[in-house]
C-alpha cells in the first residue's frame, strides 16, 4: 500500500480562521486509515507552554489547558484532528490513528485550537489507506 505524506501546519491549517488540509484521499467504507505522525514534531498554540506534539496540550507535552470545544465536539487544544465531510464533524488522530472507515468522504487534517494568529509550527503526516481483503 502506498504511503502518502503531509504537512500540517499550525496556523494555516487551524480550524479557528484556517483552512483544512485537504489530502485528496477519497475514502469508503470498509477501508482501513492509518496515521502516524513522529511524536518528537511539535507545532505551538502560542508562547510559553503552549507547545505539543499531535496528541495535544498536556498529552504530555505542553501546559494542560484542556479540551476546546466546537459544536459538540471537544478534542485538547493543539491536537491534530481529521475529518471525512469538510469539517462538518471531525475525529481525533494524535500522533497515531488506526481507524475502520464507516462512511464515504475524502481526508482533511486540522490543527484544534481556538486561535490561528498565534500558532506556529508544521508537523509531517504519514497516511497509508487499506482496501481490506477482496471477496
Known amino acids: 500500500m502506498a504511503q502518502n505524506n503531509f504537512t ?3 496556523r494555516t491549517h487551524s480550524i479557528s480562521g484556517g483552512t483544512g488540509l485537504d489530502t485528496g484521499i477519497a475514502l469508503s467504507p470498509g ?4 496515521v502516524h505522525v513522529d511524536p518528537d514534531e511539535t507545532w505551538s498554540a502560542g508562547a510559553a ?3 505539543s506534539n499531535a496528541n495535544g496540550l498536556g498529552n504530555p507535552l505542553g501546559g494542560d489547558y ?3 470545544g466546537r459544536g459538540a465536539q471537544s478534542f485538547l487544544f493543539g491536537a491534530l ?6 469539517g462538518a464533524t471531525f475525529f481525533g ?3 497515531q490513528l ?3 472507515i464507516l462512511t464515504e468522504g475524502t481526508l482533511s487534517f486540522y490543527y484544534w485550537d481556538s486561535n490561528h494568529e498565534d500558532n506556529s509550527g508544521q508537523i509531517r503526516v504519514s497516511v497509508q489507506v487499506y482496501d481490506g481483503p477482496r471477496s
Do not use: P
Open 8 to 10: 500540517v501546519d499550525a
Open 31 to 34: 477501508q482501513l486509515l492509518t
Open 49 to 51: 507552554d503552549r507547545t
Open 66 to 68: 484542556g479540551l476546546f
Open 81 to 86: 484532528v481529521g475529518s471525512l465531510d469538510g
Open 93 to 95: 488522530v494524535g500522533t
Open 98 to 100: 488506526s481507524m475502520t
